[in-house]
Each structure stands twice: as structure tokens, then as C-alpha cells.
């Protein structure tokens, strides 16, 4: 722990903490070492992590990176940041992101990293200039500066696997329902889902065995499934696995440097004895306009609760309590998160209701079905995480470009299904390429293992 904390004070200008506390920290590992000492440590005794700041924790505040939360501290710990603290990990503190997890990029962080005195987005470790992706970006980015050795973050359409893309390091998130969402700050319930970063499969494997689990009672969409050793199956030879590649996976919008890193990865796996197989994922370019009608929906409902009241920012002054919630949220909400809750107002409104979120929610159905058609052809699919690699911060500023750069996690996050990050090689400026790895539900330890063979 200490060495990371010093690490951690001598990397400020990555800005991808956004709250620290020494002493807690110390105190976690002092706790952990007892526990040695006394011979009841769990199996990650002492491990250093952080955590993403959508997860709620007691030692350090929590704002989702938004000022609606600043100073917001949670009476009690996510069922991850419990689960990972039960198993032995010592927590460094919380990771920037974007705003409300809305985002790719990290650009949306409404709130200062420890050591600066405004908001700015995290630095990719591989080139300051460019974004570490997002929403997870503060988690991708300290893991691969080696500020942590693992790290939580959240995935709802992608982002845990882009930033680990764009940063160079794996990245996981289980299919839903396996990893509790109580003390997850909410953005779209139906495809929430934490996971973990890590500088291997192999070490995601170790975080995720502990962090999975039922919590049926605090998160109704938990699954009745017990933990298991995702990390079982590491080292199994991969002969005659059907690795299925979504041909509308390869087209166009896909950057050549990313094609080509991708491309190998491929080949390597059939050099190691596994089969690629054409398949076809036919409603691939719906998943962004479904995606973007359903998870705004849901935000909209979700963030209702920040009125100034229940949870929040108040503003100083106002004339009624009308006037007050408008005041609170105008001044506390970013940009992105006000477009959002705006969307989804909208496409939930009587009359609009039955024209675009019904009609997404039947197309998230059929997207599911072909994801499920796709996996009678082939046991996992792989392609690309996204089309491009890390750009230059600021470099983006309409914000339907950055949606449209989702197109290759969002089909997984719709169905529910478990996917990865894996480092697949260098693209453009010697930035890092992820090789997005698609496991039909519950096969985590079999994506795991396929990872593991490319490390
Ligand atoms: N980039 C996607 C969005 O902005 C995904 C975010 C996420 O997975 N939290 O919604």
C-alpha cells in the first residue's frame, strides 16, 4: 500500500484520482496484516486497489465525478467494495470518470483529481495528450501507469472494455446480475454491471472470483449463482474452439491500424489451434440508436433522485421548491448528463413512449436473438473494441461521434452478456488496441482463459 500511495503522489499529473485518504488506506493494510498475523486473512490479503467513484464507500467520499455529489459521503460500502475488503484488498481511494459514467472519454469529470485545483479529464498513461477513454478512465489509467495493480469499474455499454482498450490493459464485466449493483451509483439499471481492470486475465480472474456473488436481498436483479473460480480454467489448450468474428464487426467505420492488431490477434489464435468462423450480427449498426434511447431513458428516471433534497447539490436561493429543483440541477448536472436526461424525458413522454422506447425495447430483443443464433455457429465471438485508438483530449467535440464510436460493445451490454478487454498489440503513434473477446452468459472463466492465451 505504500508503495502505491507514493507512486500515486508522484503520478498527480495524471489526474485520475479523486479522492484519497492516506491514513484510511494504512489503516485497511494494518488491518490486513493482523489478519495474517492471526491466520484469518482471505485470499487477497493486503492487495491494493481502487475503485471507480460510481461505487459507494464509507473510508473516502463519492460524487460519480459530478458536483451534484460533491463532499457526498455514503453511510455504507457498495457490495463490491465489501465483497473485495472481505476478501483482503486494501482500498487507495476512488477513480475519476466520466460524469454519471456517461461518457467514453473521461472528458465529462466534473470534478478535481487530487492535486489540481479544477476538473480535468485523466491522461492516458501512453501519451498525455490523449484521453484514457471512458467512462472508466480514471480505473484503466492507474492500473496501466501502475498506480494500482487492479481496479474496479462499471460497464453499461462499453465502458470498461474501451478504456482498457485504449490504455493497453484487461478488462472484464461479467454478465449481468453476477456482480451486485447495490451501492452502484445508477445510470441505466438494466445494463449496469461492475467488473474489474487488471494488467492480466489472470489477476482480473483472482479480483472477480471475489467480487462476484448473489446479493439477492439489496439488488433485485441479482442471479442466484454461486462465486466460482473464474480463474479455472487459465492455461486449457484452445484446439478446435469455434471463435466466431461478426463480419459487420470488420467494415467500414474500423480504423485500419486497429484491423491490422486485431487481424493478428485472430491469427494467433488459429496458430494456437482454434477455428475462426464468419458470423453475422445483422442488426449491429441498431445497437447504437437502441442503445441511446434505452440507457437515456432509464438515466432520466435514475437521476430523478438528485433534487436538492434526497441526495445533492441545493442551490443557495430560490423562490419555491419548484424553482429549487430547477436551480439545483441546472447548477450541479454537466452538459452531457442535462442532453441525456433530456433524451430520455423526451422518448418516455406520452405519445413518444409507444415510437421510440418501445420500439428500442423490442429491437434490444432482437439484437439479443442474434447474438444467441450467432453462439449455435461458434463457442466465442471476438473483434475489435473500438474503432480507433486513443485520441487527442478535446479532439471530439459532437458528441453523436463519440455515441457512434460504441458500436462494437454495445450489442453485448444489450444482450446481458459477459465480455472483455485483452491487449492485441499497437496501432497508429504506438498507441494500445484491445481485442474485444464475447462469451454467451456465465462463460467468464472460458473469456478469461482465451485472454490468458494471448498474454
Ligand atoms: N460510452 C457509453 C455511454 O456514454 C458507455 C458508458 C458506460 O458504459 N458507462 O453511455
Not at 486473512?41 to 459530478?66: E, M, N, Q, Y
Not at 467512462?135 to 482498457?164: C, E, F, H, K, N
Not at 464485466?173 to 467488473?195: E, H, V
Request: aromatic residues 8%.
Amino acid at each position: 500500500a505504500q508503495h502505491f500511495l507514493a507512486r500515486m503522489r508522484e503520478h498527480q499529473d495524471l489526474g485520475a484520482f479523486l479522492a484519497v485518504d492516506e491514513e484510511a488506506t494504512l489503516a485497511q493494510a494494518r488491518a490486513q496484516d493482523a489478519a495474517l498475523a492471526a491466520g484469518t486473512a482471505g485470499p487477497l490479503a493486503g492487495v491494493p486497489i481502487a475503485h471507480k467513484d460510481v461505487f459507494v464507500t464509507r473510508d473516502f467520499p463519492t460524487t460519480a465525478a459530478s458536483r451534484m455529489l460533491a463532499g457526498y459521503r455514503s453511510p455504507f460500502d457498495a457490495t463490491i467494495v465489501e465483497r473485495l475488503a472481505a476478501a483482503g484488498c486494501v482500498s487507495l481511494g476512488k477513480l475519476s470518470c466520466d460524469e454519471f459514467a456517461m461518457g467514453g472519454d473521461n472528458e465529462s469529470a466534473a470534478i478535481a483529481p487530487v492535486g489540481h485545483d479544477a476538473p480535468r479529464p485523466v491522461r492516458n498513461p501512453w501519451d498525455a495528450a490523449r484521453v484514457p477513454g471512458g467512462s472508466s478512465g480514471g480505473s484503466a489509467a492507474v492500473v496501466a501507469a501502475g498506480l494500482a495493480p487492479g481496479a474496479t469499474a462499471s460497464d453499461t455499454g462499453g465502458s470498461i472494455r474501451q478504456p482498457a482498450s485504449l490504455c493497453g490493459i484487461t478488462g472484464i464485466k461479467p454478465t449481468y446480475g453476477r456482480a451486485s449493483r447495490y451501492g452502484m451509483i445508477a445510470y441505466a439499471s438494466s445494463l449496469d454491471q461492475a467488473g474489474v481492470m487488471a494488467r492480466s486475465a489472470e489477476d482480473c480472474a483472482l479480483l472477480l472470483s471475489q467480487l462476484c456473488g448473489p446479493d439477492l436481498e439489496r439488488d433485485s436483479t441479482s442471479l442466484d449463482r454461486p462465486a466460482e473460480d473464474f480463474g479455472r480454467n487459465l492455461g486449457e489448450g484452445i484446439e478446435g474452439l469455434r471463435i466466431g468474428v461478426p463480419r459487420e464487426f470488420l467494415g467500414d467505420g474500423l480504423a485500419p491500424d486497429v484491423r491490422a492488431a486485431v487481424e493478428a490477434a485472430l491469427q494467433e489464435y488459429e496458430r494456437l489451434g482454434a477455428k475462426r468462423v464468419e458470423i453475422s450480427l445483422p442488426r449491429t449498426d441498431l445497437a447504437v440508436p437502441v442503445y441511446y434511447i434505452l440507457s437515456p431513458a432509464e438515466a432520466s428516471s435514475n437521476l430523478s433522485r438528485f433534487d436538492g433534497v434526497r441526495y445533492g447539490h441545493r442551490a443557495a436561493q430560490y423562490s419555491d421548491l419548484v424553482d429549487m429543483y430547477r436551480k439545483s440541477r441546472s447548477e450541479a448536472f454537466g452538459e452531457e448528463v442535462k442532453r441525456r436526461i433530456m433524451i430520455g424525458t423526451y422518448v418516455l413522454s406520452e405519445g413518444y413512449y409507444d415510437a421510440y422506447y418501445l420500439q428500442a425495447q423490442k429491437l434490444r430483443r432482437m439484437i439479443a436473438d442474434d447474438l444467441q443464433q450467432a453462439f449455435t455457429q461458434c463457442d466465442v465471438i471476438a473483434g475489435p473494441v473500438s474503432p480507433t485508438v486513443a485520441w487527442p483530449i478535446g479532439a471530439k467535440t459532437d458528441p453523436l461521434a463519440t455515441y457512434l464510436a460504441d458500436i462494437y460493445t454495445l450489442p453485448a451490454s444489450l444482450a446481458g452478456l459477459p465480455a472483455m478487454s485483452v491487449p492485441a498489440g499497437f496501432g497508429d503513434a504506438g498507441m494500445p488496441v484491445g481485442l474485444q473477446l464475447i462469451g454467451n452468459h456465465f462463460q467468464e472463466a472460458r473469456l478469461l482463459n482465451l485472454a490468458h492465451r494471448l498474454q
